[in-house]
């Protein structure tokens, strides 16, 4: 990489080296020690750029904003020298500069790419780039249909993903066409640290088999009881909950509706679902303040979580069930709205996969460093070249 000595760079660029970044730079990790695991299809003749400088132009350009693969060239090309030059571009042996990649090879890269492998890339990266928090880890997952991606001939690409209910995505998958989310569970969460985590999922995974592959993997569930479970459904339902005491009790207003929520649970000794210890009783009470309408919903659950296992059980258990839809807020929602994910109409082989790799990557940087409204992020980022680097731990 060659040195730019501080008495020959201009100003401008002083300035922003001298930028400061919202973490400890030593705790950052380098997103490009990551993106090297992802193999490079390409034929050794004619290749003018190096792939993982490639793959992290992409991502920066995305953690800055960039919606798309023209928004991504775009940033590329107005990158200044010593950008280039971090991101592994390499100069031209005569004139001493870099020519930036074209958006065009830009595209045919991450068409090209593995999305196994950059989203499990991703995920370590996101793992090892913050310390994890106190307590227990909590993970949601659930699935997303990239609407856009549907052509004449294929269905749109569907997504898996295990995100923590911080907002940060771990692990990504795409879901065979012919299939469904249920034979993707346990590969997703094989490449994640589950030991006493908490996963929350809708009642399409309340299943023996995941409930199994959980306990050996040392982590616990909350399993939503559904009358697509007839029998789990029914015998939950059939408890004394009358005779329960109330564990927790919540009232709030949101969405132009009052709301009341109430949480019980209930200790058994034999139920007919693997290694379940305790059933929930979750009631919602809503009144809609415009037509004065009022629902009550009765939602079950069952948890391989034992009596006491969380520090204040009634408030943490109906936080991790509430938090399980954070997934969609925080997640999905984002994707939609800030990088407009549906209105997309890239369909090019893994190109729609990827460009979902590196928006959860994005999503995932900015969430880490505290950010809760991820445009605002994304448009204070793309005010300087140098911000994107310093996240991703390349500067």
């Not at 928090?133 to 949601?140: F, S, T």
């Not at 790799?357 to 204070?380: E, F, K, M, P, T």
């Amino acid at each position: 990489m060659p040195a730019y000595p501080s008495s020959r760079m201009p100003s401008c660029l002083q300035q922003l080296g001298d930028a400061s970044s919202p973490i400890p730079l030593k705790t950052v990790a380098d997103l490009r020690n990551y993106l090297a695991t992802v193999p490079d299809p390409r034929a050794r003749r004619g290749i003018r750029h190096p792939w993982t400088a490639l793959l992290t132009a992409a991502a920066a350009a995305v953690l800055a904003g960039a919606a798309s693969i023209t928004a991504i060239g775009e940033w590329v090309t107005d990158a200044p020298q010593r950008v280039l030059a971090l991101l592994g571009f390499r100069p031209d042996p005569l004139t001493g500069l870099i020519r930036p990649p074209h958006a065009t090879t830009i595209r045919l890269v991450l068409a090209a790419a593995d999305g196994d492998a950059l989203d499990r890339a991703i995920g370590h990266f996101l793992q090892e780039r913050r310390a994890p928090a106190p307590g227990r880890k909590i993970i949601a997952v659930d699935g997303k249909t990239l609407r856009g991606s549907r052509t004449a001939k294929q269905p749109a690409i569907a997504l898996f993903a295990a995100m923590t209910h911080s907002g940060q995505v771990l692990a990504q998958r795409q879901i065979d066409g012919k299939s469904n989310e249920i034979p993707a569970f346990a590969p997703l969460l094989d490449s994640i640290d589950l030991a006493s985590a908490v996963i929350t999922a809708d009642a399409l995974h309340t299943q023996h088999d995941h409930a199994t592959y959980l306990h050996k993997r040392g982590a616990h569930y909350l399993a939503v009881a559904k009358r697509n479970h007839p029998a789990l459904h029914e015998s939950v339902r059939r408890l004394p909950w009358r005779d329960v005491r109330l564990d927790h009790h919540e009232r709030g207003r949101a969405h132009h509706r009052d709301e009341i929520r109430r949480l019980k649970t209930a200790t058994f000794a034999h139920l007919d679902y693997p290694h379940a210890r305790q059933a929930l009783q979750v009631v919602r009470r809503r009144r809609d303040l415009g037509t004065g309408k009022l629902t009550i919903e009765r939602i079950y659950l069952v948890t391989s979580l034992p009596p006491g296992a969380a520090t204040d059980p009634g408030s943490e258990l109906a936080t991790w069930i509430r938090g399980h839809w954070r997934i969609e807020n925080q997640l999905h929602h984002v994707r939609d709205r800030t990088f407009h994910e549906d209105a997309s109409k890239t369909r090019t082989r893994r190109l729609p996969r990827v460009m979902a790799g590196l928006r959860n990557l994005a999503i995932g940087v900015h969430r880490q460093d505290g950010h809760s409204n991820i445009a605002a992020a994304l448009r204070r980022t793309g005010r300087d070249h140098l911000r994107p680097l310093i996240a991703l731990g390349l500067a």
